[in-house]
């Protein structure tokens, strides 16, 4: 547990206090009487409800229209699996300003549903819930059915055997088996909406704001940091009144669950309910999922393939390399991002997994997912301020970027192998011990064929988070090793039609780059009778 604390006190906390004391002590004195000014102001009190209930109202949505895909993707076996699972979560990669263009296509004025019958959701909060749900949709599939697929259905068929009808058994069986990573996915949903950036300045317009757009207004336009320090505070404690909550209120059941190979319990649909359910799945992925992603290759199109060939040349103004050459940046960033989400996010998981753990350990579980709720643009300025001196110089090292990349993708390591680290059987363990097997053979012997499955799901989030992260990125990244939603969003800054064009075809080159990976990551993780 040392290096995972030991990481996240120099590469978040150090960062983040930094920040903030940059904003609220002026000449040696501290101002914390600016708090109560900026919190009793109308603006700021308004901003705050609309995140706190947009990002409900995203987490409820979201897992209505994703649990159906969670017992489909555990339950069911079709062809194309593999390949819908990648287009599932390649949203979840997207950069924010490009999936709220997209949308905008979509729902704005002269989009597509202006077109066809005449509406635009952009003046309503709809558009903005949406594109919530666009982009958490594999949050919920991943983290649920991960756990789903592994679950033995003979429980819940022992019970329909008892008389039970098929509601009845889920509901009595399967629901409290799934209830951790339902609340696991649940949380990270509402932590990811309640930081939004991107889709609400663009698809909010003047009229919705939320807490993180707040603070880069304060910060980039107004120049007010006291502010938006001010605001990281407000955001930090929300965060971690919630994770505490959360923490108190769920009371995990892993220990009593029986994990069985997936292969056995993902069966041809049977029956028409089992059919209509999987045409219904696929009709919302169509629809929700693929339909967005459509109009970004077709708009990365229009001009041929123009666009593409000019990402080929540098311009020696914003890009002091081609554009292209950031897909390169990202692949790079993204794999070293990964190496550390999963070697620290896989110890602070076994280590909050043992049975003995005590309470201070148990306390850094809801820590963790801190990164999550506090400002990424916080985090990318903490970085320029609090790691700019020796010993600790790390401005001009390219390992500073996966490292910001890391920190998001370390929750997610850890809750995606935390459940199924704590539903090994204990007694497991303790009779390979008592057999001679070193603390490391238990591990490789017994933990490791368990959670193979979930520490590939892990590394597939933490590459996923990387590739598309943006927030502190953008304020990290060199000028000559920019990322790809940097380079998006510099693109998208610039006017002309060449420029929007160029960001649409590196959005689209994203899109396919993540695609690949994450098939590559499905043939991995199966074998050939299907799943681990």
């Given at each position: 547990?040392?290096?995972?604390?030991?990481?996240?006190?120099?590469?978040?906390?150090?960062?983040?206090?930094?920040?903030?004391?940059?904003?609220?002590?002026?000449?040696?004195?501290?101002?914390?009487?600016?708090?109560?000014?900026?919190?009793?102001?109308?603006?700021?009190?308004?901003?705050?409800?609309?995140?706190?209930?947009?990002?409900?109202?995203?987490?409820?949505?979201?897992?209505?229209?994703?649990?159906?895909?969670?017992?489909?993707?555990?339950?069911?076996?079709?062809?194309?699996?593999?390949?819908?699972?990648?287009?599932?979560?390649?949203?979840?990669?997207?950069?924010?300003?490009?999936?709220?263009?997209?949308?905008?296509?979509?729902?704005?004025?002269?989009?597509?549903?202006?077109?066809?019958?005449?509406?635009?959701?952009?003046?309503?909060?709809?558009?903005?819930?949406?594109?919530?749900?666009?982009?958490?949709?594999?949050?919920?599939?991943?983290?649920?059915?991960?756990?789903?697929?592994?679950?033995?259905?003979?429980?819940?068929?022992?019970?329909?055997?008892?008389?039970?009808?098929?509601?009845?058994?889920?509901?009595?069986?399967?629901?409290?088996?799934?209830?951790?990573?339902?609340?696991?996915?649940?949380?990270?949903?509402?932590?990811?909406?309640?930081?939004?950036?991107?889709?609400?300045?663009?698809?909010?317009?003047?009229?919705?704001?939320?807490?993180?757009?707040?603070?880069?207004?304060?910060?980039?336009?107004?120049?007010?940091?006291?502010?938006?320090?001010?605001?990281?505070?407000?955001?930090?404690?929300?965060?971690?009144?919630?994770?505490?909550?959360?923490?108190?209120?769920?009371?995990?059941?892993?220990?009593?669950?029986?994990?069985?190979?997936?292969?056995?319990?993902?069966?041809?649909?049977?029956?028409?309910?089992?059919?209509?359910?999987?045409?219904?799945?696929?009709?919302?992925?169509?629809?929700?999922?693929?339909?967005?992603?459509?109009?970004?290759?077709?708009?990365?199109?229009?001009?041929?393939?123009?666009?593409?060939?000019?990402?080929?040349?540098?311009?020696?103004?914003?890009?002091?390399?081609?554009?292209?050459?950031?897909?390169?940046?990202?692949?790079?960033?993204?794999?070293?991002?990964?190496?550390?989400?999963?070697?620290?996010?896989?110890?602070?998981?076994?280590?909050?997994?043992?049975?003995?753990?005590?309470?201070?350990?148990?306390?850094?579980?809801?820590?963790?997912?801190?990164?999550?709720?506090?400002?990424?643009?916080?985090?990318?300025?903490?970085?320029?301020?609090?790691?700019?001196?020796?010993?600790?110089?790390?401005?001009?090292?390219w390992i500073l970027v996966p490292l910001a990349q890391a920190l998001v993708g370390v929750p997610f390591v850890v809750r995606t192998m935390l459940p199924v680290l704590r539903a090994v059987d204990e007694r497991l363990r303790e009779a390979a011990a008592v057999l001679g097997a070193s603390p490391w053979r238990v591990w490789r012997e017994v933990d490791l064929p368990m959670v193979r499955?979930?520490?590939?799901?892990?590394?597939?989030?933490?590459?996923?988070?990387?590739?598309?992260?943006?927030?502190?990125?953008?304020?990290?990244?060199?000028?000559?090793?920019?990322?790809?939603?940097?380079?998006?969003?510099?693109?998208?800054?610039?006017?002309?039609?060449?420029?929007?064009?160029?960001?649409?075809?590196?959005?689209?080159?994203?899109?396919?780059?993540?695609?690949?990976?994450?098939?590559?990551?499905?043939?991995?993780?199966?074998?050939?009778?299907?799943?681990?």
């Open positions: 547990m040392l290096v995972p604390v030991a990481f996240f006190a120099v590469f978040f906390a150090w960062p983040v206090a930094a920040i903030v004391t940059r904003g609220l002590k002026v000449d040696g004195v501290w101002r914390f009487g600016r708090i109560a000014e900026v919190v009793g102001e109308s603006d700021i009190r308004h901003v705050m409800w609309f995140t706190t209930w947009q990002a409900l109202a995203s987490t409820a949505l979201t897992l209505l229209v994703a649990l159906p895909a969670a017992y489909v993707f555990a339950r069911l076996d079709f062809p194309g699996k593999q390949v819908l699972r990648a287009v599932v979560t390649v949203p979840f990669v997207l950069p924010t300003v490009v999936v709220g263009t997209a949308f905008l296509a979509l729902v704005g004025r002269g989009g597509l549903l202006d077109e066809l019958w005449g509406v635009r959701l952009d003046t309503t909060v709809w558009a903005i819930l949406l594109a919530h749900v666009f982009f958490n949709y594999a949050v919920v599939v991943r983290t649920v059915g991960g756990l789903w697929a592994q679950l033995d259905p003979r429980q819940e068929e022992a019970a329909r055997m008892l008389g039970d009808s098929p509601l009845g058994a889920w509901r009595k069986v399967t629901l409290p088996a799934l209830a951790p990573a339902v609340a696991a996915a649940a949380l990270m949903v509402f932590l990811f909406t309640f930081t939004s950036f991107g889709v609400v300045q663009i698809l909010g317009g003047p009229t919705f704001s939320t807490l993180e757009v707040e603070i880069y207004r304060q910060t980039s336009e107004i120049f007010d940091l006291s502010t938006a320090a001010v605001l990281t505070i407000v955001q930090f404690v929300a965060v971690g009144a919630i994770l505490a909550v959360h923490a108190w209120t769920v009371r995990r059941r892993e220990s009593a669950l029986r994990l069985v190979d997936p292969s056995v319990t993902a069966r041809r649909p049977r029956g028409a309910g089992q059919w209509a359910l999987l045409g219904g799945v696929l009709a919302t992925v169509a629809v929700l999922l693929v339909l967005p992603l459509a109009v970004l290759v077709r708009r990365s199109l229009d001009g041929g393939f123009g666009y593409y060939r000019a990402l080929g040349a540098a311009d020696g103004g914003t890009f002091l390399v081609a554009p292209v050459q950031s897909v390169v940046n990202s692949l790079e960033y993204a794999v070293a991002a990964t190496a550390i989400a999963v070697v620290i996010g896989g110890l602070a998981a076994a280590a909050l997994a043992r049975r003995d753990a005590g309470r201070l350990v148990r306390g850094f579980d809801a820590l963790l997912m801190l990164p999550l709720g506090v400002s990424a643009v916080t985090v990318g300025f903490g970085f320029l301020i609090a790691l700019d001196k020796p010993p600790l110089d790390l401005r001009q090292s499955r979930a520490l590939l799901v892990a590394a597939g989030f933490a590459f996923a988070v990387s590739l598309g992260e943006f927030g502190a990125t953008v304020f990290i990244a060199r000028p000559d090793n920019p990322t790809l939603p940097v380079a998006v969003a510099r693109l998208l800054s610039r006017p002309g039609d060449l420029n929007y064009g160029q960001a649409m075809a590196l959005s689209t080159i994203l899109m396919v780059v993540c695609a690949v990976a994450l098939l590559v990551l499905e043939r991995l993780r199966t074998d050939r009778t299907g799943e681990f």
